[in-house]
């Protein structure tokens, strides 16, 4: 969860820390098991890719996409059926697909519904993607049904509480804003399961509602509403 809620907040310094772990790990990984070695040196690179891509430009993340693919691929080589190869395959093809142009979004959705497991993370990166494809409707239907699979699980709340927070937004919602606050406190009350940055984004959305919430109150007074 950690390296994905990094890429998700724009975190990069974390994101360049990930990559340099995740890259170590995979390396002594890689000789005793190569599933998940290929799949580490994966990771480890779409995290320094990411970062490169933010930092330097395009261009100079292509040979990082490039290994990145490279591992996936081995890694199936050894057990294309393994479950957290699928998963965070599909979560990567999530994440390229929502964020770059002429790619397609459905057809990595699919492939992560079809292939990806356990569920609670397959509802909760589906949550995401639709999240930032602006399509809330689903965001919402997928980020309940991680709350229903994993209901101690603060991170839901808080996804949760985004897609209500960008609905509320966009229709003026007094009621879906509280709901959104309420979903923000969820996850407020077990803080400690939270890394030091995705708390301070949490703790920054919260506030931000409340005062979207103080906005409208007052436009609807002056209004004589």
Request: net charge negative; aromatic share 12%.
């Amino acid at each position: 969860f950690l390296p994905s809620s990094a890429y998700t907040e724009k975190d990069w310094q974390s994101i360049k820390k990930y990559a340099t772990k995740t890259l170590q790990t995979a390396q002594f990984l890689s000789v005793k098991d190569p599933v998940r070695g290929n799949l580490y040196l994966a990771v480890g690179h779409f995290l320094d890719g990411a970062y490169i891509y933010e930092k330097q430009g395009a261009l100079d993340a292509i040979n990082k996409l490039q290994l990145v693919f490279k591992y996936f691929d081995a890694a199936a080589e050894s057990d294309p059926n393994d479950p957290e190869l699928n998963l965070i395959k599909g979560y990567v093809d999530l994440l390229l697909a929502v964020n770059l142009p002429f790619s397609s979004p459905e057809q990595a959705i699919t492939r992560f519904e079809t292939y990806a497991a356990p569920n609670y993370l397959v509802e909760r990166g589906l949550a995401v993607a639709y999240r930032d494809l602006k399509q809330y409707d689903q965001a919402l239907e997928y980020a309940n049904k991680a709350l229903e699979t994993a209901p101690d699980n603060p991170e839901h709340y808080y996804l949760k509480g985004q897609i209500l927070r960008q609905i509320g937004k966009k229709e003026n919602d007094l009621k879906v804003l509280a709901d959104a606050i309420e979903n923000f406190e969820q996850a407020l009350e077990k803080s400690a399961q939270l890394p030091d940055f995705v708390l301070e984004t949490l703790e920054r959305e919260n506030r931000l509602t409340k005062e979207k919430i103080a906005e409208i109150e007052s436009d609807k007074a002056a209004q004589g509403f």
